[in-house]
């Protein structure tokens, strides 16, 4: 089993940036896939990026060129560096890990965009 745990979550102002962290409970070499995915009140959850063991990647295309998403091997964490931050990235952030067959999740982390 994996236990993700979140942090890094809050409120911002427009433009404003963010860094979300996902700390896993065993190595991330291990993890084949890790990632992020946002749900905002009303709408369905979108993969916001993904990472994978060789640091290929894929960002949702409306964050391009804002979010940036890595891996930390000494630390166990996948992070989401969020910058210019609009409205629209208001969301509940969720990270996941592909490990052994089976996704796990962490328990979310609420980012509101607001002036």
């Known amino acids: 089993q994996v236990q993700l745990v979140e942090s890094g979550g809050g409120l911002v102002q427009p433009g404003g940036s963010l860094r979300l962290s996902c700390a896993a409970s065993?190595?991330?070499?291990?993890?084949?896939?890790m990632g992020w995915y946002r749900q905002a009140p009303g709408n369905e959850r979108e993969l916001v990026a993904l990472i994978t063991t060789s640091t290929g990647r894929i960002v949702l295309d409306s964050v391009k060129g804002r979010f940036t998403i890595s891996r930390d091997g000494t630390k166990n964490t996948v992070n989401l560096q969020m910058n210019r931050l609009e409205p629209e990235d208001t969301a509940v952030y969720s990270c996941y890990a592909d490990f052994a067959g089976r996704r796990y999740w962490g328990q979310g982390t609420q980012v509101t965009v607001s002036s």
């Open positions: 065993t190595s991330i070499s291990s993890i084949a896939v």
